[in-house]
Nanobody, 126 residues
Framework: QVQLVESGGGLVQAGGSLRLSCAAS????????MGWFRQAPGKGREFVAA????????YYADSVKGRFTISRDNTKNAVYLQMNSLKPEDTAVYYC???????????????????WGKGTLVTVSS
């Protein structure tokens, strides 16, 4: 079955950087779009970034555009989220997700993301 395992979360000061990783297994990684989502304490889950199956197209929430970069390595079955210029409002549990349908472009939402990791906590102190 599909497994997604996030890593790289932690505590960082405002203005700092973190790189999240998500290791995928269970089916042919290169066929599926991937996404990053987050859920802050007391809030709903929100879209952060997505990347299509080949890595040729990326999508970002306005709140992270210019600060975060999503990328993937289809030879390593992994997707990454480079987070720079972090702000306290970026504090959240970050989740990796995989599209259910092969070769389908991701949406700027969790629509179609059928598989989810357990999350990694990012805390940004002011």
């Amino acid at each position: 079955q599909v497994q997604l395992v996030e890593s790289g979360g932690g505590l960082v000061q405002a203005g700092g950087s973190l790189r999240l990783s998500c290791a995928a297994s269970g089916r042919t990684f290169s066929k599926y779009a991937m996404g990053w989502f987050r859920q802050a304490p007391g809030k709903g889950r929100e879209f952060v970034a997505a990347i299509n199956y080949s890595g040729g197209r990326t999508y970002y929430a306005d709140s992270v555009k210019g600060r975060f970069t999503i990328s993937r390595d289809n030879t390593k079955n992994a997707v990454y989220l480079q987070m720079n210029s972090l702000k306290p409002e970026d504090t959240a549990v970050y989740y990796c997700a995989q599209q259910g349908t092969s070769y389908k472009e991701p949406r700027v939402s969790d629509y179609g993301m059928d598989y989810w990791g357990k999350g990694t906590l990012v805390t940004v102190s002011s």
